[in-house]
């Protein structure tokens, strides 16, 4: 259980700040579609992969002081802030932890936009179907995202590139 916890507070060792639930959703899926070692199950949900164990295990890590969360006030909506906590630092000293040497991948995928994750983690999930029908559900699934036949091009551009990062 620990492990766990340990390697999403590595991320942050490695990331820095990420901006966004939805988007650490994303960057912890996708490098573990990049076979970095992280535990979490992922179902599809309205955002694309979504975990509800990463949910639960980030609210952890905040409530014992290990990750920070600073919640923004964007007007119509809250935006909240991830990093790691001057414990959280502490506490990783201490405890081997199991997260590979990741910094390029996940530099990488923090520097997207959650828009842009969202849409590579959906073609990611669905990445065993034939390219039309992950299209199609693209087009289907992600209808009010207007996603386009380019964005779909740049993202599987972008799962390229990242798969040369990690092998």
């Known amino acids: 259980m ?7 507070m590595a991320l942050f060792l490695q990331a820095g700040e990420v901006v966004g639930r939805k988007k650490l959703q994303k960057i912890i899926y996708i490098a573990k579609k990049m076979n970095v070692p992280f535990s979490e199950r992922f179902k599809f949900h309205m955002f ?3 975990s509800e164990e990463l949910s639960l295990r980030i609210e952890e890590l905040c409530n014992l002081g290990f990750v920070d969360e600073m919640k923004e006030d964007k007007g119509n909506y809250y935006q ?11 506490f990783l000293e201490l405890y081997q932890f199991n997260l590979p040497e990741s910094q390029k991948l996940i530099t990488s995928l923090n520097e997207q936009s959650s828009r842009f994750l969202e849409l590579t983690s959906t073609l990611l999930y669905f990445e065993e179907l034939p390219l039309d029908e992950v299209k199609e559900k693209v087009f289907t ?14 993202a599987y551009t972008f799962i390229k590139s990242l798969r040369e990062l990690v092998h």
């Open 141 to 154: 699934l992600k209808k009010k995202s207007n996603y386009t036949e380019e964005d779909i091009e740049q």
């Open 48 to 50: 694309g992969p979504y």
């Open 2 to 8: 620990l492990k766990d916890h340990a390697n999403v």
């Open 80 to 90: 909240y802030r991830y990093g790691l906590a001057e414990e959280g630092r502490k």
